[in-house]
């Protein structure tokens, strides 16, 4: 399932709860599509922080940016990367978006419609025409890139993050915690961010998590931090 609450289907509104598991199969529903737009402004924030501005922008000026996507575009900017110099390849920036959004969206919109049977737009089967807005309109979505960066929800995603672990369960009732696979210049992580220092990915870190969800190592994973740490047997994993 993919997320818990109330969901809507065919103008009925019902409760997905943990306990139901028949219930427990992505259905299309309004629940699912804030679980969209929550990975969406999570890949936002991926393109923010990993795009290297450069000051050469494109010489021809065919691909020009409207301002108030630009004004948005360099907001956003200012937040996400303070320290660094005024945004300058605005229209960069903004194709890299672009092909991002549709590089999440395209998987999404064939399984949606093998799920739901909703029919995609004629728009979306004419190779010819600019595929963003049909697919963004079908994924029900702005159709417009300014409108999806548009609202407090995407300059405070920068702002509010005040934890980062991993929680790995076998039940509901059984589960530990893992430090994620992000580590400061010295190469020390920072779980709960009490020092404040930048983090950035640990590529050794990552491949042993990876490593551990390919190999199926998990659930003894979580029996081996039972027995290291008894502190785990106090939280309410079925919150998690």
Known sequence: ??????????????????????????????????????CLNGLFFQVFATFEDSEMSDADGNDKVDEMLTTRLQLLWSIVRPSDAHLSDVARLRATLVEATLSLLRPLALFYHALTLVNPPEALKDPSVDEFEPLCRYMGLPSHLTELLDGLAIEQLFDMIRDCAI??????????????????????????FRRGNPLHLNEELYHKLRQLWLQQGIAEEVVNQYEIDHRNMQYDWGHF
């Not at 609450?5 to 509104?13: E, S």
């Not at 059984?174 to 210049?185: I, K, L, Q």
């Open 167 to 192: 929680v790995l369960m076998t039940t509901r009732n059984r589960g530990c915690f893992r430090p994620a696979p992000y580590v400061d210049e010295f190469g020390e992580a920072d779980q709960g």
């Open 1 to 38: 399932m993919m997320s818990i609450g109330w969901t809507w289907h065919d103008g009925v509104q019902s409760l997905k709860t943990t306990r139901q598991l028949r219930e427990m199969l992505p259905d299309g529903s309004q629940d699912e599509l804030h679980v969209l737009r929550l």
